[in-house]
Nanobody, 116 residues
Framework: EVQLVQSGAELRNPGVSVKVSCKAL????????IDWVRQAPGQGLEWMGRIDPENNGTKYARNFQDRVTFAADTSTNTAYVELTSLRIEDTAVYYCATRGDSGDYWGRGTLVTVSS
């Protein structure tokens, strides 16, 4: 069974960074891209970009090119997203997702709250 298990909720002050993890279970980690998507309160889904765990190739959405870094650790089958210089408006639920041969799979989401 394919599962994406995400790390727990985070609370941060503005200006610092946060790193969210996404552990892939039930499939060969390097077979599929990992996408990162976020949803701010009352807003729609916003695609942040993706990483190819096979070669760590990345693609970033334009809005996130300056402050977001994706990484993938094939020794632990875990993908990461790090967001720096956090702003209040970065408060959102962050999701990892993958599209496999059998369908789309999503993590449960990680709430990141940015508050002073």
């Amino acid at each position: 069974e394919v599962q994406l298990v995400q790390s727990g909720a985070e609370l941060r002050n503005p200006g610092v960074s946060v790193k969210v993890s996404c552990k892939a279970l039930g499939y060969i980690f390097t077979s599929y891209y990992i996408d990162w998507v976020r949803q701010a309160p009352g807003q729609g889904l916003e695609w942040m970009g993706r990483i190819d765990p096979e070669n760590n190739g990345t693609k970033y959405a334009r809005n996130f090119q300056d402050r977001v870094t994706f990484a993938a650790d094939t020794s632990t089958n875990t993908a990461y997203v790090e967001l720096t210089s956090l702003r209040i408006e970065d408060t959102a639920v962050y999701y990892c997702a993958t599209r496999g041969d059998s369908g789309d799979y999503w993590g449960r989401g990680t709430l990141v709250t940015v508050s002073s």
